[in-house]
């Protein structure tokens, strides 16, 4: 009997559960080193178990963005060195993990943080697909 490499849809719809908590917020809110840690496990697990990502970051300025997009990458075992033309004032950086492209633009929404959109091709974790967040900037800087 040959078992699964993915988890039972419980344990998706668990994760799925807790991450569906940021939805709909404007900011992220602050987290206790507890709470951090298991979102972090849990989009570890959504990372392993999905194709690929694309991840979505409105920021105050391109150096709060670009330094979140590149922890939260680095987390999601994906290593680039982003050379972005220099822009002032709020931004909404986005990155596809496929094609390994990113988009830039100035933003004047009043949401922050960073969004994070797995993808899967596989029915067994279909419920993985989707979009989560938005999760505060440095949920990965001092924790690589």
């Known amino acids: 009997m040959t078992t699964s490499p993915f988890p039972a849809a419980a344990a998706i719809m668990a994760i799925r559960q807790r991450l569906n908590r940021f939805s ?6 602050a987290l206790s080193d507890a709470e951090a840690a298991q979102v972090r496990a849990d989009l570890s697990h959504f990372n392993e178990w999905s194709d690929y990502q694309t991840l979505g970051i409105c920021a105050n300025t391109l150096a709060e963005g670009q330094r979140a997009l590149e922890a939260f990458l680095l987390a999601l075992g994906v290593a680039v060195n982003l050379d972005l033309p220099a822009r002032d004032g709020a931004v ?7 094609k390994g492209a990113w988009y830039l633009d100035d933003y004047s929404g009043l949401s922050r943080g960073v969004l994070i959109t797995f993808h899967t091709s596989d029915p067994e974790v279909a419920e993985v697909a989707g979009t989560y967040g938005p999760f505060p900037f440095d949920l990965f800087i001092e924790h690589r």
């Not at 709909?24 to 809110?29: F, I, V």
């Not at 909404?92 to 496929?98: A, D, P, Q, R, S």
């Open 24 to 29: 709909c917020l404007t900011t992220p809110p």
């Open 92 to 98: 909404y950086l986005k990155f596809n993990t496929l």
